[in-house]
């Protein structure tokens, strides 16, 4: 995992170690790649991830977005805050029916309130399967 500096490597190792062991993001294979409070980089499994036709559900593609965007605003608030999504949206471009898709997440307001990140979903051949928009509102923990 590529990280900015020290501080996001501590915040992030908080994050992980305590929010997402046992939870969704683990049940759904997510795995950090690249973490700063700019950019966050992650891959997902399409296998067990699929809806009745054998398709990477959109659900799973908004919980990949969600989960990348959170951390980065996560990274931006700092120690003692958190981020708590309050919107996001999707537009699924393409099925993606195998292997593993990448998140990569990049701030494009980062306030003391409000973060908001655009997360560009892809296949393993770097076509895009979905672009998100994810807004966090930042508070004190």
Known sequence: MTLTGPDDTTRLEELMGASYKNSLVERMGIEITEASAERVVATMPVDGNTQPYGLLHGGASCVLAETIGSTGAALHAGPGRIA????????????????????????????????????????????????????CMLRDA
Do not use: F, K, M, P
Request: aromatic content about 2%; proline content about 0%.
């Open 84 to 135: 708590v999504g309050i919107e996001i949206n999707a537009t699924h471009h393409r099925s993606a029916t195998a292997g593993r898709v990448t998140g990569v997440a990049t701030r494009l307001h980062g306030g003391r309130t409000v973060a908001t990140y655009d997360i560009e979903i892809t296949d393993e051949r770097g076509r895009r399967v979905c672009t998100s928009r994810l807004t």
